[in-house]
């Protein structure tokens, strides 16, 4: 699901932490280390992180407290909040302070092949053979994930996070910054939902120009974003009225199989023409290049917005009937297309295992049962049965099936942060209807998706999360350093001039001198290893 925003309570730790230190003083409140009585059962070490909001020793959850009795494995837990976690799970790395195995370890691929390469963390391969069952049967349903857990070396070294929600194009995760159109405006002033990029512009005109608001004050902005190249509330849902569009890694698959990039075609030179139309009549939020995420759930509280962008609506002006998706809009050559998103409820680097692991037996059988589909789905989004505060689920025992409970006004990531465990965990699209049903939040989202949007999504194939090796990772990434910035630098720049015309061939050669070439070469060879081709 959508990441989370910094609660007031997680910063408010972090400058506790900043003042009283990062030592290893066992009193500081961002680490536990648990060591209960555990009899005569196997004990593990264990590192992970965990919501702010949720017990500070993870035994106390009582998803822990059911696998302890399901495995008859007891876990000592060193788990520190999330704002710090990051610092000291490479600093434990780094000095060689070792646990068994790190839990929601969060590692990037870059890591996991430094930790492979320097013998830090174990292969899992022999282990998942012949010691996992679950997770086997995962891979088995779903065998596209074990290309993309399998390291360039043929090892897999870390389990992953998967979490599907709708397949294919009718993937939760297909439309990132979905646009929300303010319809008591519409309605107020007379006016119909465009279609039209055109009508848009008017839309917006009347908007700025007709107090839609009723207040007598010229406050209202006809469209806010948050200036990113196809981020979350990025204005960049519009480029697929003038071409194949844009997401947030520019990184678009013919359906030839061919990878291109989202901001060197026509279509993008023609979209950001489109932006410096809306510019000039000042239908653009002023501060659309600087605003953050905060100053812009303020504005979207107030109202003010006759259109913005964002994965829901319900973080920036609630869930009211204000503001309706609008759909795809008819470009001036007739084009209407939704870009998809490279997303995928997928997170390669979830646990590893140490090379200070002493009991491997234990261990698989602990890890596989993360990946039971019951205790996948209480890993991810919570429990049932908890007498001392509000259940996600409730148990449908003769069905063996877990119910999504109404949350009565609880935020739900709040709610998930206090209960859910996280780590490794998969959730198939096939879970749905016999293991769990869908969260109520993400029922609704992917309603609008198949209503609005997937219909006029033209691309067949998205860009998966390759593993690439560590020559390769590094390549791509210096090459994203300068490529990346540069490209919104000028989209901004043209919005503003509007003189993409006359800058576009030097445009397209500055690409190439950044390593635009270099970089599609890689990504076209990681795409076809992963397909297998």
Same mark, same amino acid.
């Given at each position: 699901?959508k990441r989370?925003k910094?609660?007031a309570?997680v910063i408010s730790l972090?400058t506790?932490?900043a003042?009283t230190?990062?030592? =290893?003083n066992s009193?500081?409140?961002?680490?536990i280390?648990?060591s209960?009585?555990?009899?005569?059962?196997?004990?593990l070490n264990?590192?992970?992180?965990?919501h702010v909001l949720a017990?500070?020793d993870p035994n106390e959850?009582?998803?822990?407290? /059911?696998m302890e009795?399901?495995?008859?494995?007891?876990?000592n837990?060193?788990n520190?909040t999330n704002?710090?976690?990051?610092?000291?799970r490479? *600093?434990?790395?780094?000095t060689?302070e070792?646990?068994?195995a &790190?839990f929601? +370890?969060?590692?990037s691929?870059?890591d @996991?092949?430094?930790?492979a390469?320097?013998?830090?963390?174990i292969?899992?391969?022999?282990?998942i053979?012949? %010691?996992?069952?679950n997770?086997?049967?995962v891979?088995e349903q779903?065998?596209q994930y074990?290309a993309?857990?399998?390291a360039p070396?043929?090892? &897999?070294?870390?389990l992953?996070?998967i979490?599907?929600? =709708?397949?294919?194009?009718?993937?939760?995760?297909?439309?990132?910054n979905?646009p929300w &159109?303010? #319809?008591?405006?519409?309605?107020k002033?007379? *006016?119909?939902m465009?279609?039209?990029?055109?009508?848009?512009?008017? #839309?917006l005109?009347?908007?700025k120009t007709?107090d839609?608001?009723?207040?007598?004050?010229?406050d209202e902005?006809?469209v806010?974003f948050i200036n990113?190249?196809g981020g979350?509330e990025d204005?960049?849902?519009?480029?697929g009225?003038?071409g194949?569009?844009l997401?947030?890694d520019?990184?678009?698959?013919?359906?030839?199989g061919? #990878?291109n990039f989202?901001?060197?075609n026509?279509?993008?030179?023609?979209?950001v023409k489109?932006?410096?139309?809306?510019?000039?009549?000042?239908?653009?939020?002023?501060?659309?290049?600087t605003q953050?995420?905060?100053t812009?759930i303020a504005?979207g509280?107030?109202d003010?917005?006759?259109l913005?962008f964002?994965?829901?609506k319900a973080?920036i002006?609630?869930m009211?009937g204000?503001?309706?998706?609008?759909?795809?809009l008819?470009?001036?050559?007739?084009l209407?297309?939704? +870009?998809?998103?490279?997303?995928?409820?997928?997170?390669r680097?979830?646990?590893?295992v140490t090379?200070?692991n002493?009991?491997?037996?234990?261990?698989?059988k !602990?890890m596989?049962?993360?990946?039971?589909?019951l205790?996948?789905? %209480?890993?991810?989004?919570g429990?049932?049965g908890d007498?001392?505060?509000?259940n996600?689920f409730e148990l449908?025992?003769?069905a063996?099936?877990?119910k999504?409970?109404p949350?009565?006004g609880?935020?739900?990531g709040?709610?998930?942060?206090?209960?859910s465990?996280?780590?490794?965990l998969?959730? *198939?699209?096939?879970y749905?209807?016999s293991?769990?049903t869908?969260p109520?939040d993400a029922?609704? /989202?992917?309603?609008i998706?198949?209503?609005?949007y997937v219909s006029?999504?033209k +691309?067949?194939?998205?860009y998966? /999360?390759?593993f690439?090796?560590l020559?390769d990772a590094?390549?791509?990434?210096?090459?994203?350093a300068d490529?990346?910035?540069?490209? @919104?630098?000028?989209r901004?720049e043209w919005?503003?001039n509007g003189?993409?015309? %006359?800058? !576009?061939?030097?445009y397209?050669?500055?690409?190439d001198?950044l390593?635009? %070439?270099e970089?599609?070469t890689i990504?076209?060879a990681?795409?076809d290893r992963?397909?297998?081709?």
């Open positions: 699901m989370l910094k609660t309570a972090a506790i932490i003042v230190g990062c030592s =290893g009193n500081n409140k961002d680490e280390s648990t209960s009585d555990s009899g005569s059962k196997p004990t264990f590192m992970t992180q965990s017990p500070m959850k009582l998803i822990f407290k /059911r009795e399901k495995t008859g494995i007891h876990i837990w060193k520190y704002d710090v976690f990051v610092e000291k490479n *600093l434990a790395l780094a060689g070792l646990p068994d &790190i929601d +370890a969060g590692l691929d870059f @996991l092949l430094k930790l390469k320097d013998g830090t963390i292969p899992l391969d022999d282990i053979e012949n %010691q996992m069952p997770f086997k049967k891979l779903a065998p074990k993309m857990i399998t070396d043929g090892h &897999i070294y870390s992953p996070w979490e599907e929600l =709708g397949a294919d194009k009718e993937s939760i995760h297909t439309v990132n979905i &159109i303010n #319809v008591e405006w519409l309605k002033l007379g *006016l119909n465009p279609t039209t990029t055109e009508e848009l512009k008017q #839309v005109i009347a908007f007709k839609p608001n009723g207040n007598g004050k010229a902005i006809p806010s990113s190249n979350g204005i960049g849902f519009l480029f009225s003038f194949p569009g997401n947030w520019m990184t678009l698959v013919g359906d030839d061919k #990878v989202a901001a060197n026509d279509g993008f030179k023609e979209g489109y932006f410096n139309e809306l510019y000039k009549e000042g239908l653009i939020d002023v501060e659309y290049m953050d995420w905060n812009y504005k509280k107030e003010l917005y006759g913005y964002t994965w829901d973080n002006t609630g009211n204000k503001y309706e998706p609008m759909p795809a008819v470009g001036p050559t007739g209407k297309n939704v +870009a998809r998103t490279n997303g995928m409820g997928f997170d680097g979830r646990m590893v090379k200070e002493k009991d491997l037996e234990a261990t698989a !602990w596989d049962q993360l990946y039971d589909p205790q996948s789905v %209480q890993n991810n989004w429990t049932y007498e001392k505060q509000q996600i449908d025992e003769a063996q099936m877990l999504h409970l949350l009565e609880t935020a739900p709040e709610l998930r942060g206090k209960t465990v996280g780590g490794p998969a959730i *198939l699209d096939t749905y209807g293991v769990t869908k109520d029922a609704w /989202r992917l309603d998706l198949k209503n609005v006029d999504v +691309a067949k194939n998205i998966p /999360r390759v690439f090796s020559e590094e390549r791509l990434s210096a090459i994203e490529l990346f910035p540069y490209v @919104l630098r000028k901004t919005t503003e003189k993409v015309d %006359q800058e !576009w061939d030097e397209l050669k500055e690409l001198r390593g635009l %070439q970089y599609l990504k076209q990681g795409y992963n397909a297998g081709k």
